[in-house]
């Protein structure tokens, strides 16, 4: 007798769960998280230096509230990998979270760049 398909709540349920047992996808999670709070240490500090000014018109913010821009950014990327958690299926979701990752260290990696050289 053949068996019914799981449902697609199952399906996700069970990849929460497998996602979120894998130490990969907690790490790559955790650093894609902090890659934003990077992001807004970095442009914060960037921003307090002598001359320093936001040429990103979304992350002007930064400049009067860098603390609820960060917890913004943080919310958002928590928001992101956690449907990225329940929505893929392991192997997809370390590609996506990875990309998270790499997408979200292009700033501060650009923002220390401009701290140390000074430009």
Known sequence: ???????????????LRQNLADATCR????????????????TAMGLHTAGGYEANILMREAVVAPVRLGVLKLMLAV???TVVLLRLPMQ???????????????APVHNLIQLITGS
Do not use: K, N, Y
Request: glycine residues 6%; positive net charge.
């Open 1 to 15: 007798m053949r068996q019914p398909s799981p449902t697609p709540q199952a399906l996700q349920s069970s990849w």
């Open 92 to 106: 997809r979701a370390r590609i996506a979270l990875l990309l998270a990752l790499g997408l979200g260290m292009i």
């Open 79 to 81: 928001l992101l990998c």
């Open 27 to 42: 790490l790559l999670f955790l650093g894609a998280c902090l890659a934003q709070l990077a992001d807004t240490v970095t």
